[in-house]
């Protein structure tokens, strides 16, 4: 009888000292986010589903060359190499010796919105990034949104929208299950992220990539993008 109460009362102590623990943890994270959403935005996070994303990339790249761009899952790498250098030569005598797509890397393992983060948060955990700024679609906002602030938030990084102006059918089917699955998996991913980092070895920056690579692939960049891909392609 006394073994038993003593041991009722260890697992009770047991239990007091996790919710403590976990409390202090919470607390700790919280005014980590507190602190990160009042800094400047110190690298920015573009999902991919419409090149509309990948121009307003380029020209963000543009006006601020200081600022770590990653695409994630975007348009085939010479549609967005292409995009950043229109951007460069239109504004070359602002920009100088500048390259926009220097600042710009490509994640290409990501196939879904929770991939995107997935991918993402390694990188962005070694650029030292504490405050992310988030462009996608407006129609993709609110899932992407939570889903990025539930991720990158259990690892004291916040995340702020920019919603893109999209044309057309938007790139993202949204709908409030798709949403709420994805939270879900987000909450678990989160977890799971404090033990496991996948590591994407397609990450590439733009002006490191081989054109020439892409020679007789099959790929088409958006209508959209009204791009002009270089003539050493040589497609047919």
């Avoid at 060359?65 to 070359?92: H, N």
């Avoid at 054109?211 to 960049?221: A, I, P, Q, S, T």
């Amino acid at each position: 009888m006394l073994l038993d109460q003593k041991f009722r009362q260890a697992r009770q102590y047991c239990l007091i000292a996790i919710l403590a623990l976990l409390t202090g943890l919470l607390l700790h994270r919280s005014f980590q986010l507190y602190q990160a959403a009042h800094r400047p935005v110190d690298a920015v996070l573009v999902l991919g589903g419409s090149i509309r994303r990948e121009m307003a990339a380029a020209e963000l790249a543009r006006d601020n060359s200081q600022l770590p761009i990653l695409i994630s899952a975007g348009s085939p790498a010479p549609c967005v190499w292409a995009i950043a250098e229109r951007e460069a030569q239109a504004y070359r005598s602002k920009l100088g010796d500048i390259d926009p797509k220097a600042q710009i890397w490509l994640e290409s393992c990501a196939t879904s919105t929770l991939g995107n983060y997935r991918f993402s948060l390694p990188i962005l955990e070694s650029w030292g990034a504490r405050h992310v700024q988030l462009m996608t679609s407006g129609t993709h906002q609110l899932r992407a949104t939570g889903l990025g602030r539930i991720i990158l938030g259990s690892h004291g990084i916040w995340l702020s929208p920019t919603p893109v102006v999209e044309t057309g059918r938007p790139g993202n089917q949204e709908s409030k299950l798709k949403t709420a699955v994805d939270w879900m998996r987000g909450l678990a991913w989160a977890c799971i992220s404090q033990l496991y980092a996948p590591q994407c070895h397609g990450l590439v920056r733009l002006d490191q990539v081989v054109l020439e690579d892409w020679v007789g692939r099959d790929f088409e960049c958006e209508h959209q993008g009204q791009v002009e891909l270089p003539e050493r392609l040589n497609r047919p």
